[in-house]
């Protein structure tokens, strides 16, 4: 159930979100000098936590921030934040920073990073409602050279997504000078002649945890996997077009700039990759 004054997580405290302060020197605020994690519980049990624990320590380590003390008990103060909100099916954002310090660049000395765990309803994915769908627009990717870091400073994804909203479509596809990287919030893949192509997992992209996963899924299917560069020509005259996210499932990607994929309609390998997902979360979450 949706809570309108949830119960979040803040330095150690549970608190109701109405309840919660943060300085004014927030260096989160002051400089997106931090990092977060989104993760999904479905019937009360997270999915992944190992592989966003470790893309978390990463992203601490890359920006010279120790894991702040409680970081290995984040599985059970997520659990315990769903059980006092009363949700089973869920998402949590998880949002380490430098911490309150006056102004300056540099790193404050002695001072404790900020943790912020905040829960909110997340539908379990329906694999008998078929893949849901989405459109989106080519738009450059303005963002700096270290995508793999999951860092607050989300401007540009922020602007992208903006973009796409105003064009009418619910994604912005980046590209670097025609070479498809990801979206603002979920990584792309596409088909190409039964096999699936996606961007190599380096400093350009966000490794996606559902993305890992879902190319597990698909050399387990027999489907050959392509980790490498492609242009948006090679994604606008692709069989299918796909996302992957914690938010978003596998989601088909039916019109690109107002071009249908193919027949403008999910393709098969998607619908594949669709129902092997809802099975792989039935198997991780929902059984015995
Ligand atoms: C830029 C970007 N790429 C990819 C992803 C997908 O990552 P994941 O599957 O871990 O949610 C996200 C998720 O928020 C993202 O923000």
Redesign the pocket.
């Known amino acids: 159930m949706p809570h309108s004054d949830p119960i979040i997580y803040l330095n150690g405290d549970f608190i109701h979100k109405s309840a919660a302060t943060m300085s004014v020197d927030e260096r989160g605020t002051l400089f997106a000098d931090g990092v977060y994690e989104?993760l999904r519980f479905y019937a009360g049990r997270p999915l992944a936590a190992p592989l966003h624990l470790e893309r978390m320590r990463k992203s601490l380590s890359r920006i010279g921030l120790a894991p702040p003390d409680d970081f290995d008990q984040l599985p059970a103060t997520a659990q315990a934040l769903l059980e006092k909100n009363s949700l089973q099916n869920a998402k949590i954002y998880w949002q380490v920073t430098r911490g309150p310090a006056p102004r300056n660049a540099t790193f404050p000395k002695g001072v404790p990073p900020t943790v912020l765990i905040v829960p909110s309803h997340s539908d379990p994915l329906d694999a008998g409602s078929g893949v849901p769908t989405q459109t989106a627009v080519l738009t450059p990717d303005e963002r700096w050279s270290n995508c793999w870091i999951k860092s607050l400073m989300l401007l540009p994804?922020v602007l992208a997504a903006n973009a796409a909203h105003k064009a009418g479509c619910d994604s912005a596809f980046l590209h670097r000078d025609g070479a498809v990287t990801?979206?603002?919030?979920?990584?792309i893949m596409i088909v190409r002649d039964g096999e699936l192509w996606t961007h190599p997992a380096d400093r350009w992209?966000?490794n996606?945890?559902?993305?890992q996963i879902v190319l597990g899924l698909a050399r387990d299917l027999g489907i050959t996997v392509r980790e490498q560069v492609y242009d948006t020509d090679q994604l606008l005259t692709g069989d299918e077009v796909l996302l992957?996210?914690?938010?978003i499932h596998v989601t088909a990607v039916t019109h690109v700039d107002g071009q249908p994929i193919r027949n403008g309609q999910p393709g098969p390998v998607t619908l594949r990759l669709h129902e092997a997902l809802a099975r792989y979360i039935a198997g991780e979450c929902l059984s015995e």
Do not use: C, K
């Open positions: 989104v994804n990801e979206a603002t919030n979920a990584n992209i966000l996606g945890v559902t993305r992957t996210g914690t938010t």
